[in-house]
């Protein structure tokens, strides 16, 4: 094994260990969140809130990110975004109203920002001529992280450990993670072209627009599963956090599982293949949510949901990177774009449905995500086989 192909292990790796970290401080608000609102006095809307204060920040960040990591590096700036994000829930931990919360909400979303805007393209600038596997294996990372912080989480807030102590466990992990990457001076990686004159290219590509928003439905309706079946079986079966880690944790398995497979199925069928399955899959599915009466019918069904959407954030983002011919990291930042909204407004939206008709209804959302998005994908598979620029990049 040579040297630089020992660094790119290293890199993966370490980029493989912050997903799952970023998953995990993510997860941390949902599965606390009953706790949170009791302690801080929230509503479904405030508590719903908190996710989507940060989404306005992190918009503008991924935005940034492109120039930032052009002029500093990839492995540098999520280093960086690694530390911002310790801080942020170490932060948290002081907060004594939904206030405090919101506005340290916005430092913790600059972390997540720099992590979700570098930690895509770093994987595509070690692995070019990947299919996708190597994509749905790392994203494989998130609904792992998802799930043992669930179960830990859960099992400890109902053995009544405080959520702040939580808050600062997690944080001193992320911190760790940081570590993990090597110097950013021993490995070089392909630079982007952060320059205005390329954005306006892809923004001039009407392909880009019909997968952003696919990717923006996307998350909208990962998030609607991921965010808030922790509180709905706390409030509707008035349950344990256990129980609402479990039911997460459900998820969160079913998504592990469907990465992992998807990372075999995309070489053999083709990620359009894959997606659109996987789309109308999870389109069916979550029209059953709402005949579901029993614990156990739902922790079965949140793992279907979990597999049938799994593959659709990573393999939309793979996907655009072979169908549209421009700087991928570039590309996937500004996708990331449309997606980081799509799950926020999700959270948000639900919220304020929970308080005005109950939360089981305000699930809803995920259909009708779910539903655009496969019409999306739908007319995508009618366009030629890749979108080529006017001007050579």
């Known amino acids: 094994m040579t040297q630089e192909t020992a660094l790119r292990k290293r890199v993966y790796g370490a980029s493989a260990a912050s997903m799952f970290i970023f998953s995990a401080s993510s997860i941390a608000l949902p599965i606390s969140l009953v706790r949170i609102s009791a302690e801080l006095g929230l509503n479904l809307t405030q508590a719903g809130s908190l996710g989507f204060v940060a989404s306005l920040e992190q918009f503008v960040v991924l935005l940034g990110t492109s120039f930032v990591a ?3 590096g990839k492995i540098r700036v ?71 912080t669930v179960l830990v989480f859960g099992e ?6 405080s959520w702040r102590h939580l808050f600062l466990a997690l944080a001193a992990a992320v911190l760790l993670v940081n570590f993990l990457f090597p110097s950013s001076r021993k490995i070089q ?60 944790a459900c998820f969160a398995a079913g998504m592990a599982i469907g990465r992992l497979a998807s990372s075999r199925l995309a070489g053999r069928f083709g990620l359009q293949k894959l997606l659109l399955g996987s789309g109308i ?17 739902l922790y079965a069904f949140l793992a279907l949901m979990g597999l049938a959407v799994a593959c659709l954030w990573p393999s939309i983002q793979s996907y655009s990177a072979r169908v549209i011919k421009v700087d ?32 089981q209804r305000s699930f809803i959302i995920a259909p009708l995500y779910l539903g655009m998005m496969v019409v999306l994908l739908l007319i995508d598979s009618r366009l030629p086989r890749t979108s080529r620029l006017k001007v050579a990049v």
């Not at 996708?132 to 998130?142: E, R, V």
């Not at 990717?215 to 609402?244: D, K, T």
Request: charged share 10%; hydrophobic share 55%.
């Open 281 to 297: 899959l999870g389109l069916a599915s979550s029209l059953m949510f709402f005949s579901i009466r029993s614990l156990p019918t």
């Open 189 to 248: 990686l392909p630079r982007s072209r952060a320059d205005f004159s390329h954005m306006k290219e892809i923004l001039a590509v009407p392909r880009f627009w019909l997968l952003g928003f696919a990717l923006c439905f996307a998350g909208g309706a990962e998030a609607a599963f991921a965010f808030w079946s922790a509180s709905y079986i706390q409030l509707n079966f008035a349950a344990l956090p256990r129980a609402g880690g479990i039911g997460t």
């Open 78 to 148: 999520l280093r960086t975004g690694l530390i911002i994000l310790a801080a942020g829930l170490l932060l948290f931990t002081l907060s004594r109203s939904w206030l405090a919360a919101a506005a340290i909400m916005l430092f913790i979303g600059l972390g997540n920002g720099l992590l979700e805007a570098l930690l895509t393209p770093i994987v595509e600038d070690l692995y070019p001529a990947d299919n996708g596997s190597k994509m749905n294996l790392l994203h494989a990372f998130w609904p792992v992280g998802t799930c043992v």
């Open 328 to 359: 991928p990291t570039i590309l996937m930042i500004f996708l990331s774009c449309f997606g980081i909204p799509g799950y926020s407004s999700a959270t948000l939206i639900m919220g304020m449905l929970g308080d005005a008709y109950g939360l």
């Open 156 to 161: 400890l807030l109902s053995l009544d450990v």
């Open 70 to 72: 052009a002029r500093f």
